[in-house]
């Protein structure tokens, strides 16, 4: 075995999941194979079996692999999975979405935080934003995602604006209201009325069990994807390993791009968050958007799309000029949140709740 660890950089076991999955990605263990044994990368590794069973039960939680009983760990990613016979839509329970109720992020930390920005920033609060958003934002939330989400982005390519649907319009004005935009059917109501109130043309897309139907797909005369990869609303349907990368596959033909909508994904009770289409993906295809409506307050009106470094320039020379729709303050206030660590203590007391509720 090729795998190497480095045990300054912690945590070790998410080393070994990354060097895997990238085997599995590229075919060194195909569909059906069973991996190394838990003994045998422990002994080769000198690690613990705690920690290669924490990366392989990550592999089974995000889909590229399964446990048999006593058999060991079984490949179940295929490359060339999906564009097959059409699959019958999948039709589950509707998730009450809207209704789910996570902890509220503490007042009193939100409370301090106000009371130092304006302590800190003065007189400076009464300037203009920038027009993408404040450096100390956008700054913030690139070290998160890199962190958090494996994603690497420069400060450029992030831009601030007042919730998703502000960032939806944005979005069409940049990539044109002569392309066919592909939605998930069924999806968030608003996300079709935003797309039709726009004037652009729309096809719903079918979802199976996992992601979108695979012959809708195959056959589709969108060039432009709206999807939300982890639980989907209303049917709650997180999109499979296998599904990303088909999502990613059909981006590679010139001229597609994959929205990449990530609402709520830090909720997630695997082991760690789900990964993006952003991070997963080389074409420089995927628009990547979230919010802190849920993870913070929705009275915080505050998104941010993560724009592919191919269309920066076609950002700026379009939409440059457009002003900032977010407050400094309250820019300023969500900066601190990320960089003192409050923000990822809330999403680890939820998660950790949430696995504990689940049985996880």
């Excluded at 945590?11 to 060194?28: F, K, S, T």
């Excluded at 390519?157 to 004005?173: C, K, P």
């Amino acid at each position: 075995m090729k795998y190497t660890i480095d045990k300054n950089d912690r945590p070790v076991y998410m080393q070994i999941y990354r060097q895997i999955r990238q085997d599995i990605i590229a075919g060194i263990y195909p569909y059906g194979e069973k991996l190394p044994s838990i003994r045998l990368l422990c002994d080769e590794l000198a690690v613990s079996t705690v920690t290669v069973d924490h990366a392989y039960a990550l592999l089974c939680d995000e889909g590229y692999a399964e446990s048999r009983e006593r058999s060991g760990f079984f490949v179940i990613f295929r490359e060339a999975d999906g564009f097959a016979a059409p699959a019958e839509a999948y039709k589950p329970r509707a998730v009450a979405h809207s209704s789910r109720k996570h902890p509220d992020f503490p007042f009193s930390v939100l409370a301090r935080t106000m009371r130092r920005v304006l302590s800190d920033y003065a007189e400076g609060l009464m300037e203009r934003s920038p027009n993408p958003g404040t450096v100390e934002l956008r700054e913030a939330i690139r070290s998160y995602l890199m962190r958090n989400r494996g994603m690497r982005a420069e400060r450029c390519q992030i831009v601030i604006g007042s919730g998703a649907e502000y960032l939806y319009g944005l979005i069409i004005t940049m990539l044109g209201r002569d392309r066919v935009y592909g939605l998930e059917s069924p999806s968030y109501q608003k996300i079709e009325q935003i797309y039709r109130a726009a004037g652009v043309r729309c096809e719903r897309l079918p979802l199976s069990h996992d992601g979108i139907e695979s012959a809708a797909l195959a056959g589709t005369g969108a060039t432009v994807i709206h999807t939300t990869p982890y639980r989907s609303y209303p049917t709650g349907i997180t999109a499979s390993a296998n599904k990303r990368h088909e999502y990613i596959r059909w981006a590679a033909k010139d001229g597609r791009i994959i929205v990449e909508d990530d609402f709520e994904s830090e909720f997630s009770v695997s082991s760690k968050p789900e990964d993006t289409l952003f991070s997963l993906s080389d074409g420089d295809n995927v628009i990547y958007m979230n919010t802190f409506s849920k993870t913070v307050s929705p009275a915080l009106r505050i998104g941010y799309m993560v724009l592919p470094r191919s269309l920066v320039g076609t950002f700026e020379k379009k939409l440059g000029f457009y002003s900032c729709t977010v407050p400094v303050f309250e820019q300023l206030v969500l900066a601190q949140l990320l960089q003192s660590g409050d923000f990822e203590r809330h999403i680890n007391r939820v998660r950790r709740a949430l696995r504990k509720t689940r049985g996880k």
